[in-house]
């Protein structure tokens, strides 16, 4: 996983981020680099940094976005974490503990919530004052998501102490959604004091070099250009600290580990395989990400066929996901997943992320789905769409909370699987009503939107759209 | 209701509906009359909207779609029901209640019986009103909805105060007030506290219908339900000039 993964250099970036954090203006972080520079390693460790600063009390929390979410989708999922953190019974957020610990955290510092107690069990009327702010937190989804949005932020900064900070890191999932810069700069060019926030970007996408973006006063390149490899000094380091699980002779792997220049991803994961038996000849010449995804790739596809049908289910269902989903992708059972996951070199090649685990990097990622035929990627995507509709069933039929991921993802793969006018049936008839239930409006929107571009003129599927977006208007107050 | 909004609600569905009767796609037209009927009922244009429901009903029976057929029966009940038509109304209902018990569908009964419990308190049938409201709340309950157990609990309400059993209607209302807070329904809170208020003010208890009014004026000022606002700031006027 890449909590565990060990992290070198990067020193003069973290300081630069421990003087920002200093300051208590409102600020925005653009960490700017190339696939494989080690951008979510170095937004990880800023998080790292806020949280055991020996100053400042900081809480932050970490989103991964996709070029299909909007800027108002991740607002609202933010918003809908704090209120649920803030608010549930144990035992309610547990598909997502880690982001939970990371509100409660933030909201404690923010005194929304009082430490070590679940608001639903407190008394009194201490606790009355504590629920009434705690309510102020939950969104309602026929107003203005961006305007709520600052509001809490606003909120948050107020509550928290002098030396308070609220991190929020926004890592793409490879790019943000087209055209969201100017969204986020109006939220950035507004944020209140004492609230920070992270983005990682690759150099070609939307915050990069947008004018609006980048006339803001309040934001701060760390580094000042691009993230480059690691200095040789860094690389020692790396290899000090993982050294002792490698086999072979410390001079034999850092001559190897010196053709890859201080390229992050190289270096990950050349000694992930050199851990996992790789013989050195093995691994490539070059730093070029593509050819160690190759690698890697070959090196899981020779432990099994399960194997395979496991990372090419991950890889199709590119999200962070429960094992129940991705069993079913895969067509493996559990015991078979624990079994290959319990592999060491396997385990790595994943990340926790959002409800469950997904590949750890974008590069494997994508190398994954590059191997899998267009027939056979169909069949994945169908089971993917049998996997989510059980779910949002299950729960119609038992009258429980929709699956929020089975809601937002059902159509995604329904399009990959049957095309664009299963898209726009299988959203109407399977994901609509979920999402509104669930306040998700603008996702509704979004994927109404998406649908209207890609569906022919004049068919059924431009006619659902059409529709589906006058119940998101009647849906909508204000 | 925000009117730009269900202007383009309706633009689009007009849009939809276009498309769909040029590919002759019974479903999609016969979805596209029910939506626009809704808003034409939200608007009080009950020809248009009685109208509409026609037509979707008329398909929805051509293509043997029980729920549509169900509901469309149920939302003509409604405009009847404003058009102060009672008896067409209730028969409109019990067709739509058939339905939806044949096809075991909890939350289309509880909505049929909540209607049906509002055409009874009309005909001052309070026994068959109060009936129907507790069916409807103990359905809601079976499936966990919220919004339906909090709404009939405060028609059960109305009925226990005009059968003078006031402490039960305190009792009910004080239930489903806390259901509300906990879903975080402010708009249903603040009609909650509003009929508590009324409660108390039937029994010259004016300064905690006042408190009660107030705090109710409060939310809906917070969620921008300016009507709501507005009318409860007349009932308070009302209560300091008495």
Redesign the interface.
């Given at each position: 996983m890449a909590e565990e993964r060990i992290f070198v250099g990067r020193k003069d970036e973290l300081e630069q981020f421990g003087n920002v954090l200093k300051n208590p203006k409102g600020q925005a972080v653009l960490v700017v680099g190339q696939a494989g520079m080690g951008k979510t390693w170095l937004v990880n460790r800023m998080a790292e940094v806020a949280e055991n600063h020996p100053d400042l009390k900081c809480g932050w929390v970490r989103y991964e976005v996709t070029p299909t979410d909007s800027v108002d989708s991740a607002m609202a999922l933010m918003m809908d974490n704090a209120?649920e953190a803030a608010s549930t019974e144990p035992g309610s957020f547990d598909n997502v503990p880690q982001r939970r610990k990371q509100w409660m955290a933030l909201l404690k510092l923010g005194k929304l919530i009082p430490a070590g107690k679940i608001v639903?069990k407190m008394a009194g009327e201490k606790a009355e004052r504590i629920?009434e702010l705690w309510?102020s937190l939950?969104r309602?989804p026929t107003?203005n998501t961006r305007e709520q949005f600052l509001e809490r932020l606003g909120l948050i900064s107020k509550r928290m102490p002098g030396n308070g900070r609220a991190v929020f890191i926004i890592d793409p999932e490879k790019y943000m959604q087209k055209d969201s810069d100017q969204s986020w700069a109006i939220v950035v060019k507004q944020l209140p004091e004492k609230i920070k926030f992270v983005f990682a970007q690759r150099p070609e996408d939307v915050l990069v070099d947008s004018e609006t973006f980048g006339a803001l006063t309040n934001v701060v390149s760390i580094p000042e250009k691009r993230l480059d490899v690691l200095e040789e000094e860094s690389v020692d380091e790396l290899l000090t600290l993982r050294g002792k699980g490698i086999k072979c002779t410390v001079t034999e792997v850092r001559e190897v580990l010196s053709r890859y220049e201080g390229h992050p991803y190289a270096l990950g994961a050349a000694l992930d395989l050199i851990e996992g038996g790789i013989n050195l000849e093995e691994l490539p010449e070059k730093p070029e990400p593509t050819k160690f995804a190759e690698v890697q790739w070959k090196e899981l596809s020779n432990r099994s066929e399960d194997a395979i049908r496991l990372f090419k289910g991950y890889a199709i269902l590119e999200v962070g996901v429960p094992n129940d989903v991705v069993e079913e992708v895969s067509e493996i059972d559990s015991n078979i997943r624990q079994h290959l996951l319990a592999n060491k070199y396997l385990h790595g090649l994943l990340r926790e992320e959002g409800e469950g685990m997904r590949i750890y990097h974008a590069i494997l990622a994508d190398y994954i789905l590059g191997q899998i035929g267009e027939g056979e990627k169909k069949e994945y995507h169908g089971r993917a769409v049998e996997a989510y509709r059980e779910k949002l069933a299950e729960a119609k039929k038992e009258?429980?909370k929709p699956d929020t991921l089975a809601a937002m993802r059902l159509a995604e793969h329904a399009l990959s699987a049957e095309g664009a006018e299963a898209f726009a049936e299988t959203f109407a008839n399977d994901c609509f009503n979920p999402l509104r239930t669930l306040g998700l409006l603008n996702t509704a929107m979004d994927i109404s939107n998406r649908i209207l571009d890609i569906v022919t003129r004049?068919?059924?599927g431009?006619?659902?759209?059409?529709?589906n977006?006058?119940?998101?208007?009647?849906s909508?107050?204000? | 209701?925000?009117l730009g909004?269900?202007n383009?609600?309706?633009?689009?569905?007009k849009?939809?509906?276009q498309?769909?009767r040029?590919?002759n796609?019974t479903k999609?037209k016969e979805?596209?009359y029910r939506?626009i009927a809704?808003?034409y009922t939200t608007n009080e244009q009950l020809d248009e909207a009685l109208k509409m429901y026609q037509k979707s009903l008329k398909l929805a029976e051509e293509s043997g779609d029980k729920k549509g057929i169900a509901s469309d029966y149920m939302n003509i009940g409604v405009i009847y029901g404003k058009r102060s038509l009672l008896k067409e109304a209730k028969v409109q209902f019990l067709k739509a209640l058939a339905i939806y018990e044949d096809m075991k569908d909890?939350?289309g009964i509880g909505t049929v019986l909540g209607n049906l419990g509002n055409v009874y308190l009309h005909e001052n049938k309070l026994q068959d009103a109060q009936k129907a409201y507790a069916r409807a709340v103990k359905y809601y309950e079976r499936?966990?909805?919220v919004e339906g157990i909090v709404k009939q609990c405060s028609n059960l309400a109305v009925i226990y105060s005009m059968l003078n059993r006031r402490k039960k209607a305190i009792e009910i209302l004080e239930k489903a007030w806390g259901i509300a807070?906990?879903a975080?329904y402010?708009a249903l809170v603040a009609s909650i506290l509003w009929n508590l208020g009324s409660i108390y003010q039937e029994e010259g208890r004016y300064s905690d219908a006042k408190e009660y009014w107030e705090k109710a004026v409060e939310i809906f000022k917070k969620?921008?339900m300016p009507h709501e606002v507005e009318r409860l700031e007349r009932l308070i006027d009302g209560l300091e000039k008495a």
């Open positions: 209120f639903g629920v309510k939950k309602d107003k009258q429980t004049g068919s059924m431009e006619a659902i759209a059409q529709g977006l006058g119940r998101v208007y009647e909508w107050k204000s | 209701m925000n909004n269900l383009k609600a309706m633009e689009l569905y849009n939809s509906l498309i769909s040029e590919i796609w999609g979805a596209c939506n809704a808003i909890l939350e499936i966990g909805h807070e906990k975080g402010q969620i921008g």
